[in-house]
C-alpha cells in the first residue's frame, strides 16, 4: 500500500513518509475509506522535535510486523499537531479528560465518524513499567471492535457528548478589576519556588506569560513582590542548563527543579516569548544579565532559526548524533565533559571552563556529561579569556552533527518572534533586529494572507500550507504587526493589524463575546475548540484580546475595545483560581487597567530629537501602552500615518509627545525626562 504523506508540507510528516505503515494525512477520504472498509481510525498525533515520537516511530512505525498489522485493521492517520492545533486540541481534550493526564505522541483511536473511544500516549514495543505493548494495544482495539461493537459504539457517543457540555460561559463576566489582578498575584506567590524561581516542581517550564504579567503589575502598582518573583526566575533560568550558555536561547524546558538539565528541543515561541521578557525586565530594571539574555536570544533566532525566506523555523531537535558513539542521542550537541574541555582549551581555560560553567568530572546529565551552567559561586572570569573560551567552545561545538531543523513557517509563532525582535532592535539600538522583524512580516503577508486577509497556518520554502489559521494566528500575527508599527512609524502594520482583527470579530467571536478557536466557516470536527488556558505559547483567546485592545487604543475603535474587554470576562473567572494558566491574559487586563495609555510623538523625521522621544516612549513601562510616532496628521488624514498622530502639533516647532489615558491628556512635552516619568521609569 502506498504511504500517502510524500507530498505533504509538514516535516514531521515528511519524517513518516517512508515508514512502511501506509499512512494517510487529516482528510475526509481517509474517513471515508474507514468507513467503506469497517475499520476504526488509528490517529498518532506528534511534532517534528518531539524526543518520543522520533522513539515511537524508530521502535513502531518502522517494524514491517507492526506496520502489516495496522495497515490491515486500521486507516492510519499522522497529524502534525504544529499545523493542525484544533485536531490536536480537540483529542487531547478527550485523553485528558479519559486518563486524566495527555502529551506527545498521542494515540487515539476513532470510529469512522472520528468520535474517540481509546486514548493513549507513547507505546513501547514490549511491556514495561506497568505498559502494555503498541501491539498488545493494537490487539485489544481490534478485538473491541469485532467483538463489541455496540459498546465502542456507545462509548464513543457518550464521550463526545461529555465534551459537548464543557462548552464555556465566561462571555457574561466582566472584565477583571484590582481585586482579582491582587488574587492572580497572591496565588502565584503561593505557588512560586523561592529557592529555585519558577513555579511548581519538576518538569519545569519557563513561566514566559506570568513572568509578563508580574512585571505589568509591578509597573501598575509598583508591587516589589512581583517584580523580585520575575526578576529572581530570569536569572535562576538563564544561569541554568535550560539556557545555551553558549550559543544563546532557551531549550523547551527542565527535567528538574533546579533548572540544571533541559529536555533539549529549542522552539520558536518559547524563544519569542522569552527574548521579550528578558528585554521587558532589562526595560523595568536596567539589569546586565537580562539586557545580554534578551541580545544573546535574538541573536540565537536569527542565527540558527531564520528561513531563507526571511521567516523563522518552528524548531530545532533535542536529539542529535553523537560524535563518539554515532548513536542519535538527546543532548549530544550540548553536553560536555570535562575532559573534552581540556581537550579544546588546554589545561588552564580548561580547568578554569569547567569550574565557570559548573561541568564536574561525574557529570551533570548522562554518560559523565555535563550541560553548561553559570553557577552562582563560579570563579570571576575576565571579559576577554571568557570570550576567547566561548568563542572556542562554540567552534568545536559547531563540527558537530548539528540537531535537525523544522523549517516550516508558523504564522502565529512568527508573530511572536516580530514582536520581540522588533522591541530589541528599539531598545537596544540595533537596527538589524528591526530589519529581521520586518522581513518576517513581509513573509507572512505575501505567503500567509490571501486577499480577503485569511491567514494561512503555516508554510514551507515559500510554499503557503493547506490548512487554515486558527485564533492564536491571528491574535499573534496582528501582536507582532502591532509591534512593529510602533517600532518602525510605518502605518502599513497597523493597517495589517486591522484587517486580521476584523476578521476576529467576524468569524471567532460568539454572541457573548468569547472567542473561538477557529473560524465560524471552518472545517467541523467533533467539538469546536475553545480553550482560554496558555499551553506553551498565550492562547489564541487572551492573544486576541491583548491585539483587539491595543488596536483600539491605537485608533479608538470602541468595537474592538468592547470586544476586548468582553473577552476578558475568562481572566475575570480564571485569574484568581488558576493564575499560572492564565498569564497572558493577567498581562491584558494589567494594560486594560492602566488604560493602557496612548502616545503619540510628532515631528520632523529629520530632527534628532523626534528619534530621542520616540526610543523614550517604547522604554515607559506603562503596561501596554501603544507608541505611534511620525508627522502630524491634518484633518484631512494628509500627513501621519497613524490615527494618534491627527491633529498633534509641534510645541516650539520642536518633536513633541503626547501622553493620554481614559480620554484625559497629559501636559505635551518636548523633555525626553518629563515623558519618562509620564510612563514609567526609564532605564538608558
Not at 149 to 168: K, T
Not at 236 to 252: S, T, V
Request: net charge negative; aromatic share 8%.
Amino acid at each position: 500500500m502506498p504511504n500517502r504523506l510524500a507530498n505533504e508540507t509538514s516535516p514531521y510528516l515528511l519524517q513518516h513518509a517512508d515508514n512502511p505503515v501506509d499512512w494517510w494525512p487529516w482528510s475526509p477520504e481517509a474517513f471515508a475509506e474507514a468507513r467503506e472498509r469497517g475499520l476504526p481510525v488509528h490517529l498518532s498525533v506528534g511534532y517534528s522535535s518531539c524526543h518520543w515520537c522520533h522513539v515511537f516511530e524508530a521502535e513502531s512505525f518502522t517494524d514491517e510486523l507492526t506496520a502489516a498489522y495496522m495497515n490491515e485493521h486500521f486507516v492510519n492517520i499522522k497529524v502534525d499537531r504544529e499545523e493542525r492545533p484544533d485536531v490536536d486540541a480537540v483529542y487531547m481534550e478527550a485523553v485528558q479528560a479519559a486518563t486524566g493526564q495527555g502529551g506527545w505522541p498521542m494515540t487515539v483511536f476513532l470510529t469512522p465518524d472520528a468520535e474517540p473511544f481509546y486514548f493513549g500516549t507513547y507505546f513501547p514495543p514490549e511491556p514495561r513499567h506497568g505498559m502494555p505493548s503498541f501491539m498488545q494495544v493494537l490487539e485489544g482495539v481490534r478485538t473491541a471492535w469485532v467483538g463489541r461493537p455496540e459498546e465502542v459504539a456507545e462509548v464513543a457517543q457518550r464521550i463526545v457528548r461529555d465534551l459537548a457540555g464543557r462548552q464555556l460561559d465566561y462571555g457574561k463576566a466582566g472584565a477583571p478589576g484590582p481585586e482579582e489582578l491582587a488574587q492572580a498575584l497572591l496565588g502565584l506567590t503561593r505557588e512560586y519556588d523561592a529557592v529555585r524561581g519558577g513555579f511548581g516542581g519538576a518538569p519545569k517550564f519557563p513561566p514566559s506569560m506570568v513572568l509578563e504579567f508580574l512585571l505589568r503589575h509591578h509597573a501598575r502598582t509598583g508591587s516589589e513582590g512581583a517584580l523580585q518573583m520575575a526578576a529572581d526566575t530570569c536569572e535562576a533560568m538563564a544561569r541554568g542548563g535550560i539556557y545555551d550558555q553558549l550559543g544563546g536561547g532557551f531549550a523547551r524546558y527542565s527535567v528538574d527543579r533546579e533548572w540544571v538539565v533541559p529536555h533539549f528541543e529549542k522552539m520558536l515561541y518559547d524563544n519569542a516569548l522569552l527574548c521579550r521578557v528578558y528585554a521587558h525586565l532589562w526595560r523595568a530594571t536596567g539589569s546586565d544579565l537580562a539586557r545580554r539574555v534578551a541580545l544573546e536570544t535574538a541573536d540565537f533566532l536569527v542565527r540558527e532559526l531564520r528561513t531563507d525566506q526571511g521567516g523563522f523555523a518552528s524548531a530545532l531537535d533535542a536529539d542529535s548524533e553523537d560524535p563518539v558513539s554515532g548513536a542519535h542521542v538527546e543532548g549530544a550537541y550540548y553536553a560536555w565533559t570535562a575532559a573534552q574541555l581540556r581537550e579544546v582549551l588546554g589545561e588552564a581555560d580548561g580547568e578554569l571552563a569547567a569550574a565557570y560553567f559548573g561541568v564536574t568530572e561525574e557529570g551533570t546529565f548522562e554518560h559523565g556529561k555535563s550541560v553548561l551552567q553559570l553557577p552562582q559561586d563560579g570563579p570571576v572570569v575576565e571579559a576577554g579569556r571568557l570570550a576567547g573560551i566561548k568563542e572556542r567552545l562554540l567552534a568545536e561545538r559547531g563540527g558537530r552533527p548539528a540537531p535537525g531543523r523544522d523549517d516550516k513557517i508558523v504564522a502565529a509563532w512568527n508573530g511572536l518572534a516580530i514582536a520581540a525582535l522588533a522591541e530589541c532592535g528599539a531598545y537596544f539600538e540595533r537596527p538589524d533586529l528591526v530589519e529581521r522583524a520586518t522581513e518576517a512580516a513581509d513573509l507572512l503577508v505575501r505567503v500567509h494572507m490571501d486577499g480577503k486577509a485569511r491567514l494561512a497556518r503555516t508554510s514551507k520554502d515559500g510554499h503557503v500550507g493547506p490548512n487554515a489559521g486558527v485564533l492564536e494566528d491571528y491574535g499573534d500575527v496582528a501582536e507582532g504587526f502591532l509591534a512593529l508599527a510602533s517600532v518602525t512609524g510605518e502605518g502599513v502594520w497597523l493597517e495589517f493589524a486591522g484587517f486580521l482583527l476584523d476578521l476576529v470579530l467576524d468569524q471567532f467571536t460568539a454572541e457573548d463575546g468569547s472567542l473561538y478557536d477557529t473560524a465560524h466557516d471552518a472545517e467541523r470536527l467533533i467539538r469546536r475548540p475553545q480553550d482560554p488556558t496558555d499551553t506553551a505559547a498565550p492562547s489564541g483567546w487572551t492573544a486576541a484580546a491583548g491585539a483587539l485592545l491595543s488596536y483600539a487604543a491605537h485608533t479608538g475603535s470602541e468595537a474592538h475595545r468592547t470586544a476586548a474587554e468582553r473577552a476578558l470576562g475568562v481572566v475575570h473567572a480564571l485569574g484568581p483560581r488558576v493564575p499560572r494558566f492564565i498569564g497572558h491574559g493577567l498581562s491584558v487586563a494589567e494594560a486594560l487597567l492602566d488604560g493602557p495609555r496612548e502616545v503619540a510623538v510628532v515631528g520632523h523625521p529629520e530632527d534628532p530629537l523626534l528619534a530621542v522621544l520616540h526610543r523614550t516612549a517604547l522604554l515607559g513601562t506603562a503596561p501596554g501602552a501603544v507608541v505611534a510616532a511620525g508627522l502630524p496628521r491634518a484633518a484631512d488624514g494628509s500627513g501621519g500615518e497613524f490615527p494618534l498622530l491627527a491633529e498633534r502639533t509641534l510645541v516650539r516647532d520642536l518633536p513633541t509627545a503626547y501622553v493620554c489615558r481614559h480620554f484625559v491628556c497629559a501636559r505635551p512635552t518636548t523633555d525626553p525626562v518629563e515623558l519618562a516619568e509620564q510612563l514609567g521609569t526609564l532605564r538608558p
